[in-house]
């Protein structure tokens, strides 16, 4: 999950946004300054960068409605009076990412390495 956002830096963020908008402020680093942000922040946000943290990356292993469809299951064995454990949260992660038909690992597959903890190769 993406990290929490300050709503305080946000709402400064777009404080500035729009002083520069209404000509209130004309520079950019006045106006970071005025409003205690990040000057690099505020022009990245002034030519359209979307915000890091409300994108979703395709570094997750699951996507947003597969973690969203999670949680609603987890509230509703709550609800029912069976609040899973980590163990059966993660198994239905699983269960959601082999529906996909994803591996289950993350990583590429180290032949090299498998070769080693093989016995009968070792042996020979």
């Known amino acids: ?17 729009n002083a ?15 409003f205690d942000v990040p000057a690099s ?19 997750y292993r699951m ?4 973690e969203e469809s999670l949680v609603q299951w987890i509230f509703s064995m709550g609800k029912r009076g069976l609040p899973p454990r980590p163990s059966g949260v993660q198994s239905m992660a699983n269960i959601l990412i082999a529906e996909r038909g994803e591996p289950s690992s993350p990583r ?12 009968k190769l070792i042996q020979e």
């Open 108 to 119: 590429p597959y180290n032949y090299k390495q498998a070769k080693c903890e093989d016995p």
């Open 63 to 66: 996507s947003q409605l597969e």
């Open 1 to 17: 999950m993406p990290k929490k956002i300050d709503p305080r830096q946000e709402g400064r963020i777009l404080l500035a946004i």
């Open 41 to 59: 922040t505020l022009h990245a946000r002034l030519h359209n960068r979307v915000q890091q943290l409300t994108t979703y990356t395709k570094s």
């Open 20 to 34: 520069i908008k209404t000509q209130k402020i004309t520079s950019i680093r006045k106006a970071a300054y005025a």
